[in-house]
């Protein structure tokens, strides 16, 4: 099986490029985030006719998240177990479904902002939360493998940017994030970092400054694996191609690339 993650950017603006990319890659579940759209917005047919049933929620132009899958898509669940909400607001920012045996849950982790933002503080009570359902999970049910993907907006060590000094002072890369991150990877694995090691394998670059050619990303971009997920890991990796600028007249890209893994 083969399994991707992409924050998509506006699935609408995009929808192009992602069905091509899933039929060239052979795709057979993917995540996304950043959809940008309500369910009613959601193209769903572009993907139908390519033989995925898929999963969205999105509740206006902000946030949303998806799975798109052709080996099953079943029990559904919108957000896990105590997921906090921001300004008494849900958003959506989390989904899971299980397909073909796989429970995969795609998630978009809350930016932060600023470091004194109160959107600062909900990102680690967010994180936190996901930490204590998802350890939940695999204590009532150790052999189910789980895979937690997205965009987490943090870069986990210095090497995942670019240049750690211009971040530095900014959300991403403070030591309460990465401290949170590194509490869900006691028991979820970063299956791709060993087919795609630091330095230098990103997975965003921003739009502006000329960042993606400058080769000045940051890798913010993960698939974590639950053990019975991880052993069955054969490859991964990085998919840089897909944020370059398409011909003229194409849509643009989204600023992250896809992330990939194959599985036995």
Not at 51 to 63: P, S, T
Not at 189 to 217: C, E, H, I, M, S
Request: charged share 25%; net charge negative.
């Amino acid at each position: 099986m083969r399994l991707a993650t992409w924050n998509v950017n506006s699935i609408r603006s995009r929808i192009d490029r992602v069905t091509d990319w899933l039929q060239r890659a052979e795709v057979d579940v993917l995540a996304m985030q950043e959809t940008k759209c309500t369910d009613a917005q959601f193209p769903t047919m572009p993907f139908a006719a390519l033989g995925y049933d898929v999963a969205h929620i999105g509740l206006n132009q902000w946030n949303g998240v998806a799975i798109a899958s052709r080996v099953g898509l079943e029990d559904v669940q919108i957000g896990f177990e105590g997921q906090p909400v921001w300004n008494d607001a849900d958003e959506a920012r989390a989904i899971g479904a299980t397909c073909n045996g796989v429970r995969v849950w795609s998630l978009y982790v809350p930016n932060g902002r600023t470091i004194e933002d109160p959107h600062y503080q909900y990102k680690l009570e967010w994180l936190a939360a996901l930490h204590n359902t998802a350890s939940g999970w695999l204590a009532d049910d150790p052999a189910t493998p789980v895979a937690l993907v997205g965009d987490w907006n943090i870069a986990p060590t210095d090497d995942d940017v670019w240049d750690v000094e211009h971040f530095r002072g900014a959300t991403h890369v403070t030591e309460p994030e990465r401290a949170a991150f590194r509490a869900i990877e006691d028991r979820f694995t970063d299956v791709v970092r060993p087919y795609a090691p630091p330095p230098g394998n990103f997975t965003y670059w921003d739009y502006t400054q000329l960042r993606f050619p400058k080769k000045q990303g940051m890798r913010i971009d993960f698939i974590l694996g639950s053990p019975e997920f991880a052993a069955r890991v054969t490859h991964a990796e990085i998919v840089r191609e897909e944020r370059k600028p398409g011909k003229k007249g194409t849509p643009a890209p989204s600023d992250h690339a896809p992330v990939l893994v194959e599985l036995t």
